[in-house]
């Protein structure tokens, strides 16, 4: 059965970080690239952070850029999300997703999301 469990999301004052975590399981993780979305209330859902399966390559939001970090560790099947400066604009819903694209197909896992606030 495969699983993505996000956690550490919380409550932060602005200026401050998180590190989001995701663990992943029933599936071979080192196969698939790894992104964080999130969702604000109202707001469709946007990508945040990407990462490939070997960790070799990063891309970012550009609003995230310089303040957000992807990493993940294979031998742990689990992705992270630091994020550092944080401001309210950045409260929201964060996701954690899988994709791999293999013969034409594409396979997708999502996590159920972490909450972000970011209020003094």
């Known amino acids: 059965q495969v699983q993505l469990v996000e956690s550490g999301g919380g409550l932060v004052q602005p200026g401050g970080s998180l590190r989001l975590s995701c663990a992943a399981s029933?599936?071979?993780?080192?196969?698939?690239?790894m992104s964080w979305y999130r969702q604000a209330p109202g707001k469709e859902r946007e990508l945040v952070a990407v990462?490939?399966?070997?960790?070799?390559?990063?891309n970012y939001a550009d609003s995230m850029k310089g303040r957000f970090t992807i990493s993940r560790d294979n031998a742990k099947s689990t992705v992270y999300l630091q994020m550092n400066s944080l401001k309210p604009e950045d409260a929201a819903v964060y996701y954690c997703?899988?994709?791999?694209?293999?013969?034409?197909?594409?396979?997708?896992?999502w996590g159920q999301g972490t909450q972000v606030t970011v209020s003094s």
């Open positions: 997703n899988a994709r791999r694209i293999q013969w034409g197909l594409q396979y997708d896992y």
């Open positions: 029933g599936f071979t993780f080192s196969n698939y690239g």
């Open positions: 990462i490939s399966s070997t960790g070799g390559t990063t």
